[in-house]
């Protein structure tokens, strides 16, 4: 069974581009988080997808957004970007119960802002 | 609000047990999970524990909950070099919502 697949695995852009990122969930899962590290302030939350619905978001501004498509996979975007946006990007994956309790993370977007 | 914490180091012989220790906040905490992170990875999830119990194991990994003081550990048996990584705890609340408020991580080091 395949697991969480984040592409690509490395970007670099230019401040005031715009970027989006793509995260494939286990086969099955329908539920998709967005997660950003950074040494500073570690993992934080930026949103949940259910069935291409937001279902939970973070605090964090607006030009971070998200999508989800019917296949479970998402996109997360993020525009006008700047330097304090690099960061490893996480997307996890779950189950569709709310009782399930695991939630599968992939190897993540390593994405640099210059 | 919500709020994990966790040291930041920790150093092991080879062939020790190592201790892993967490606090949390928020007495709504549902579940609590260990994950593990090594250099250039995503997070690989460890083992996790529902708020209703105060003991998991799974081979070489216990984990204790207290939930009176809020407090979650987790013990690797026979700590080996590929143990070396970073350890988060993680919280989820009740409710549909997939959240999870990670610690800050500790970094363990196991010495040969």
Redesign the interface.
């Known amino acids: 069974k395949a697991g969480v697949t984040q592409t690509p695995r490395y970007l670099i852009k230019t401040r005031g581009q715009q970027v989006t990122l793509s995260c494939s969930p286990i086969s099955g899962h329908r539920s998709v988080s967005w997660y950003q590290q950074t040494p500073g302030q570690g993992l934080q939350f930026l949103f949940e997808y259910f069935s291409e619905t937001q279902r939970n978001k973070g605090n964090f501004p607006g030009r971070f957004s998200g999508r989800q498509f019917s296949n479970s996979r998402s996109e997360m975007n993020v525009s006008t970007l700047e330097l304090g946006d690099s960061a490893l990007y996480l997307c996890a994956s779950s189950s569709t119960g709310t009782d399930n309790t695991e939630a599968f993370f992939g190897q993540g977007t390593r994405l640099t802002v210059v | 609000g919500e709020d994990v914490e966790q040291s930041l180091f920790l150093s092991v012989r080879e062939g020790d047990s190592s201790v892993i220790n967490c606090t949390y906040t928020d007495s709504s905490s549902t579940?609590l999970?260990w994950?593990k992170q090594e250099p250039g990875?995503?997070?690989?999830?460890l083992t996790?524990i529902?708020s209703n119990m105060d003991m998991k194991q799974d081979q070489r990994l216990t984990v204790l909950l207290n939930k009176k003081d809020k407090h979650l550990s987790l013990r690797i048996a026979d700590t080996q070099t590929g143990d070396s990584a970073i350890y988060?705890c993680?919280e989820?609340t009740s409710?549909?919502?997939?959240?999870?408020?990670?610690?800050?991580?500790t970094q363990l080091t196991v010495l040969p």
């Not at chain 2, 990875?41 to 999830?45: S, T």
């Open positions: 579940y999970y994950y990875a995503g997070l690989q999830l996790y529902f988060f993680a989820r409710g549909s919502a997939r959240q999870l408020t990670f610690g800050s991580g």
